[in-house]
């Protein structure tokens, strides 16, 4: 089988769980990752299948990424999950930062952010990582608007704020796809700007299989 690396010549970064695992198939994973020349791993906690009991050797993120160096060194570089409006499971706000730290000192490279729609949260949390001597690159993760109903259901998975602005304006265009593709497109844009004009590390698109969203907002920013 030939990698995606080798068809398209673009660096890929596999994301890596481990919940429900075993150190044994991690290494193993890893193991093939360098032999195909992969540098780069997301590295996440996971979610635990319905009905599985055991969650593995591995509990949580920081562990994994503790093993990722202690296993292949510096190899691999880590990019970890970032919260700026805070994991859905998240006790508090301070213990969601102090569990993002843990992930830095465990040997995390940089950070990807959930999708968000207030710029504020995301430099909220910069100040607030800086607060706590956290100085990774943090790389704000944005999400193309295509589809209400998926957009809003996904962001009460994951945590994630739908202003209400922005709901309201959704639920007015119905099934108006092309619509709601456009006003998507503005909004999207106009964030993806500001961030960058704000000096942001890069920008992660969530594009879930729908490059033309993205490939919109792109056209759409002044380089």
Not at 56 to 74: K, M, P
Not at 84 to 110: C, I, M, R, T
Not at 192 to 213: M, R, S, W
Request: glycine letters at 6%.
């Amino acid at each position: 089988m030939q990698l995606v690396s080798e068809a398209t010549g673009v660096a890929v970064a596999p994301h890596l769980t481990c919940i429900g695992s075993k150190k044994e198939s991690i290494e193993k994973l890893l193991n093939q990752y360098k032999d195909q020349g992969i540098e780069r791993i997301v590295a996440l906690r996971g979610d635990l299948p319905e009905g599985m009991e055991n969650p593995g050797e591995l509990n949580y993120a920081n562990e994994l990424i503790r093993f990722i160096r202690e296993t292949t060194g510096d190899h691999f570089k880590i990019e970890v999950a970032a919260y700026p409006e805070f994991h859905p499971q998240a006790l508090s706000a301070s213990d969601d930062l102090d569990n993002f730290k843990q992930k830095v000192e465990a040997g995390a490279n940089s950070a990807i952010t959930q999708y968000f729609f207030n710029i504020d949260a995301y430099f909220r949390f910069i100040d607030d990582c800086e607060k706590r001597a956290i100085d990774i690159p943090v790389i704000p993760g944005v999400m193309p608007i295509t589809n209400y109903t998926g957009l809003k259901r996904f962001s009460a998975m994951c945590g994630a704020q739908l202003p209400r602005w922005i709901e309201k304006r959704l639920q007015d265009f119905g099934d108006d796809i092309d619509a709601i593709k456009d006003f998507g497109t503005d909004v999207v844009s106009e964030m993806t700007q500001k961030l960058l004009d704000a000096g942001v590390p890069g920008i992660h698109f969530y594009t879930l299989n729908q490059a033309e969203a993205t490939l919109r907002i792109w056209n759409n920013l002044s380089r």
